[in-house]
């Protein structure tokens, strides 16, 4: 018999079932149910959900007990027999008595939209606040349908719906859970406090940061992966360890910068959940360049612009760079750049498809060129050692030469970064003829 050195991975893939109830209540709401599943499809994949079928059912209103109806849990536990599912997501919020019955009947892991959303967030969070604000969602969330879960969560293990806080802390009563609630919120309003200072040190590494946004679905991560992937060998000798939501893009010129995919807007987003979804968002305040993707072929594609346009506002990125891409353009029906109100090609707005290489090449030419930022001269005192620094710190000194006792260095940089850190520089602005 062969050793082995190593251990087994024993993590389970999550194999799922995704379940939509359809009642006329659900109908009159907000979301188009058909939509709202696709959506939830995008969203098991981005949490690396296997999804094994997707299962609609019709009915007058949810069964207290089951949610669905008790014929459908028939059906649902013959079909994840079949297909060899070890977890049921349903696309609406269900009670936890409708969980316990659920995960009785068909002995799988029962989840719902909002606990799939916040593994997500869970698996996103990468700052001390993002962390935070999921666990304090999470918690929140599981506080009123706690009774009862213990023994299931330690049955099932790992994997989806179990990311964030551990089950021993899931398996602790309801008080101890609203101690560590208060005790998250405490932490919380630390972090705030100090969120500017670490702001301010946004260009750690002098990497140069792109972030996607835009709604699920819209191709951020198509397009992420697609941007990159003639780098990907390059990328697995340097940057190991780098989280896999982010990778080194080369551009024309050569320089390489970093594309970081973020979570992406979600239809009818849980109030609840805002304060996580906000704090998952965080590549966006350090990013240089933001790229916002835009699914042309969704008929929402108006009402999402907005939404993302308020939320960049309200995280006070507003004012960053930004590329706006209507992604999906072979779905267009040949629709034109015109019937989406583009400008000429010199615009920040972009039609393209994520799969068509000449649009890709177009696109990191177009990302070079906004990155690229102004070129301006400087004029400095040459003993002035600290404000040469300056310059070479915020930008790229393409040109050097010295005049009477003055430096002369030109340097490259993006109105931005001048603006926040150039501040002792501006009086040393040539003034071009
Ligand atoms: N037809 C078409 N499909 C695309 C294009 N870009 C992305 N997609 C598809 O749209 C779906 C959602 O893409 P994804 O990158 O996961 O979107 P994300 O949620 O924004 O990350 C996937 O099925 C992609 O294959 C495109 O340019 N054309
Ligand atoms: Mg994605």
Redesign the pocket.
């Known amino acids: 018999m062969r050793q082995t050195t190593y251990e087994t991975n024993t993590l389970v893939q999550d194999r799922a079932v995704l379940v939509s109830l359809i009642t006329p209540e659900i109908r009159r709401g907000s979301a188009d149910p058909e939509h709202s599943l696709q959506e939830l499809v995008?969203l098991a994949?981005?949490a690396g959900v296997d999804v094994a079928a997707t299962v609609t059912q019709h009915r007058d209103a949810p069964d207290s007990k089951w949610f669905v109806g008790k014929g459908k849990v028939e059906e649902l536990k013959a079909i994840g027999d079949e297909r060899g599912a070890n977890t049921f997501i349903f696309d609406q919020e269900l009670s936890g008595a409708q969980v316990r019955n659920l995960e009785e009947a068909l002995d799988a892991k029962i989840i719902d939209r909002t606990q799939l959303i916040l593994d997500i967030f869970a698996q996103r969070a990468k700052t001390r606040e993002g962390i935070i604000q999921v666990e304090l969602a999470q918690l929140s969330y599981l506080l009123p349908r706690l009774s009862g879960q213990g023994r299931n969560l330690s049955r099932l293990g790992g994997g989806i719906g179990t990311r964030g806080p551990g089950e021993t802390k899931l398996e602790t009563d309801r008080r101890h859970i609203r101690e560590r609630i208060a005790d998250l919120k405490r932490q919380l309003s630390d972090v705030v406090r100090h969120r500017k200072l670490h702001r301010e040190r946004r260009r750690k590494n002098g990497v140069v940061q792109v972030a996607?946004v835009?709604?699920?679905?819209?191709?951020?991560?198509?397009?992420l992966r697609e941007l990159t992937s003639a780098d990907v060998l390059v990328e697995n000798r340097l940057f190991a360890t780098l989280d896999p939501t982010s990778r080194m893009l080369t551009l024309p010129s050569g320089k390489e910068v970093l594309l970081t995919?973020t979570v992406?807007f979600i239809q009818n987003l849980p109030h609840d959940l805002v304060a996580a979804f906000r704090a998952t968002l965080e590549e966006v305040n350090e990013a240089d360049l933001l790229l916002h993707?835009i699914?042309c072929s969704s008929p929402m594609r108006e009402e999402q612009m907005r939404v993302v346009g308020s939320i960049l506002s309200e995280l006070g990125a507003a004012d960053k760079p930004q590329l706006t891409i209507f992604?999906?353009?072979?779905?267009c029906g040949g629709a034109g750049a015109a019937s989406f109100g583009l400008l000429p090609s010199d615009s920040d707005t972009m039609l393209?498809?994520?799969?068509?290489a000449e649009d890709l090449a177009r696109l990191r030419q177009k990302i070079q060129d906004k990155l690229a930022g102004d070129t301006r001269t400087f004029a400095l005192p040459a003993e002035r050692g600290d404000l040469i620094a300056l310059a070479y710190r915020i930008g790229e000194v393409v040109d050097r030469e010295t005049a009477g006792d003055k430096l002369l260095l030109k340097v490259e940089l993006n109105k931005q970064d001048f603006e926040v850190l150039g501040g002792p520089l501006h009086e040393y602005l040539e003034q071009r003829p």
Not at 216 to 221: E, P, Q, Y
Not at 327 to 331: A, P
Not at 352 to 356: G, K
């Open positions: 995008n994949e981005t996607l835009g709604y699920t679905n819209a191709g951020k991560s198509t397009l995919d992406g993707v699914d992604n999906k353009k072979d779905l393209i498809s994520a799969y068509d």
